[in-house]
């Protein structure tokens, strides 16, 4: 018998395509929040010793919330993932009651739990410059070499996700002085774009062998398709590894790296948020905590008693 009545899986699915065309939420974020909608329906459906109906769904207390919370702390689930899919619930319900007109305050209201935000781990200026110098040195096909400098350049002086690099097209290049990109959820930004970022994808299509149409992808593998992710990972691990970096060295540290060197240059945190595409400030604020931490070590060892 399933967990969770006709007439919830109905709602659920309604729901999700309402996220789909009115949020324009992207398809990793549906599969997620169906995941975690459809988990913790399914629990209230033991919990309640029956099929999840609207009628007992309607008037759950803080009580079942807490039940639950705690049912997935126990298996395991960390805070943070509790607390994005206590988001997520807490999202269906709001769309729910408002379309029922029913009193949902009792989940809306549940506390999420408390997690220490992970602060990303930039690069410093000079070692991020080292790392797009030892991309290019590391392949013996001079066009491979090209090509995996011109995504780290744009990596780092863009601040663009690895999956944006990759979606440019041949019609992209000659990169513009501002680029469009296309980023989660299908929303639209524009980015400057660096001269030393123009002069690497030239240079990386001068080597190509690969016909570059409009069409087609910008990068390329050595057969032709389009670049994996996988290579440019494997590409950053093999430049941390020459240089003797950390393993937060990744392709996305790069990204992290070129909003912790604006902020330290001066630039303010809603101009950030638009160069990086945060849909939330809140994100974006992580960069100061960096910047933050950064003072205090260097305060610390200037003064050990501190």
């Known amino acids: 018998m399933s967990l969770i009545a006709p007439a919830m899986s109905d709602r659920l699915a309604d729901w999700l395509t309402a996220l789909a065309a009115l949020d324009d939420a992207a398809p990793s974020t549906i599969t997620a929040y169906r995941a975690d909608v ?3 329906l399914s629990f209230m459906g033991r919990h309640l010793g029956g099929a999840a109906d609207p009628a007992a769904l309607r008037g759950l207390g803080l009580g079942e919330m807490r039940a639950w919370m705690a049912s997935e702390r126990a298996r395991g689930r ?6 994005r899919g206590l988001s997520a619930v807490k999202s269906f319900y709001r769309w729910w009651a408002d379309r029922e007109e029913f009193d949902a305050t009792p989940v809306l209201s549940t506390r999420a739990p408390r997690f220490r935000r992970k602060l990303p ?14 991309v290019d040195l590391q392949s013996m096909e001079p066009w491979v070499a090209a090509r995996d400098t011109a995504v780290v350049t744009l990596l780092y ?3 663009l996700r690895i999956s944006e690099a990759l979606s440019l097209t041949g019609r992209d290049a000659p990169l513009p002085e501002m680029l469009r990109i296309t980023g989660k959820g299908g929303k639209q930004r524009m980015v400057p774009v660096l001269p030393a970022a123009v002069e690497a994808v ?29 290579l440019v990972q494997k590409a950053m691990r093999a430049a941390r590894m020459q240089l003797g970096l950390p393993a937060t060295a990744t392709p996305h540290a790069l990204r992290h790296s070129f909003a912790t060197h604006l902020l330290n240059r001066g630039g303010d945190l809603r101009t950030i948020q638009e160069l990086l595409g945060h849909a939330s400030l809140a994100t974006t604020e992580a960069y100061t905590s960096v910047d933050a931490a950064r003072l205090m070590a260097v305060y610390r060892a200037a003064h050990p008693r501190a």
């Not at 690069?123 to 110098?133: C, G, H, N, W």
């Not at 069409?215 to 032709?224: A, K, Q, T, W």
């Open 38 to 40: 459809a988990g913790f």
């Open 78 to 83: 960390s805070a943070r993932s509790l607390a």
């Open 121 to 134: 781990r930039p690069l410093d200026e000079d070692a991020a410059r080292a790392v797009i110098a030892q």
């Open 157 to 159: 002086g863009c601040g």
């Open 202 to 230: 030239e240079a990386y299509r001068r080597a190509c062998p690969h016909d570059l149409n409009p069409d087609g992808p910008l990068f390329r593998g050595v057969r032709g398709g389009a670049l994996s992710q996988s």
